[in-house]
T-cell receptor, first 111, second 110 residues
């Protein structure tokens, strides 16, 4: 059974640009959550999608948005990038047991 | 507001030692608690999940306990090996979102 797949693995963007990250959950999992990991703040919850609906949202500005498709794949978009958005972005899928399974992450560097 | 604390922040032990990592949380209204391992620059690997109604879970050399009333969980690693070197994170699940501690960086010396 394939795990959680995140693409791309690495990204370098310039301030002011926008970026889209992708996450494919484990087959059969309908919940996808996104997290930001930085050395200073640790792991912070961004949002959760379930059956194409945003079910939970963390305390991030509106520049951070997401969506989920009918096949449960999810995308996260960050507009007007700032230097402080440089981080490891992690996606997790959950099949209803409460256990979260994480992907390898996308390392975003904003220059 | 839920806060999760992990002690110690870093730990260095010789190979073969048994060790305990600690996790505490301020709000006992949790759905479950999960322990993860993270290698540098990588994603999180799930180690153990304890539902809120459970007291402990075991997997191989790992044993995790949960005491909701006191807001504590421990991860016990038996007979540590150099391959156990990584950052260990605990996370509580509240309303579908995970709230993480800052992690314990473990180094096991050969």
């Amino acid at each position: 059974k394939a795990g959680v797949t995140q693409t791309p693995r690495y990204l370098i963007k310039t301030r002011g640009q926008q970026v889209t990250l992708s996450c494919s959950p484990i087959s059969g999992h309908r919940s996808v959550s996104w997290y930001q990991q930085t050395p200073g703040q640790g792991l912070q919850f961004l949002f959760e999608y379930f059956s194409e609906t945003q079910r939970n949202k963390g305390n991030f500005p509106g520049r951070f948005s997401g969506r989920q498709f009918s096949n449960s794949r999810s995308e996260m978009n960050v507009s007007t990038l700032e230097l402080g958005d440089s981080a490891l972005y992690l996606c997790a899928s959950n099949g209803g047991t409460g256990e979260a399974f994480f992907g390898q992450g996308t390392r975003l560097t904003v220059v | 507001k839920q806060e999760v604390t992990q002690i110690p922040a870093a730990l260095s032990v010789p190979e073969g030692e048994n060790l305990v990592l600690n996790c505490s949380f301020t709000d006992s209204a949790i759905y479950n608690l999960q322990w993860f391992r993270q290698d540098p620059g990588k994603g999180l690997t799930s180690l153990l999940l304890i539902q809120s109604s459970q007291r402990e879970q075991t997997s191989g050399r790992l044993n995790a306990s949960l005491d909701k009333s006191s807001g504590r969980s421990t991860l016990y690693i038996a007979a540590s090996q150099p391959g156990d070197s990584a950052t260990y994170l605990c996370a509580v699940n509240q309303g579908g979102k995970l709230i993480f501690g800052q992690g314990t960086e473990l180094s096991v010396k050969p």
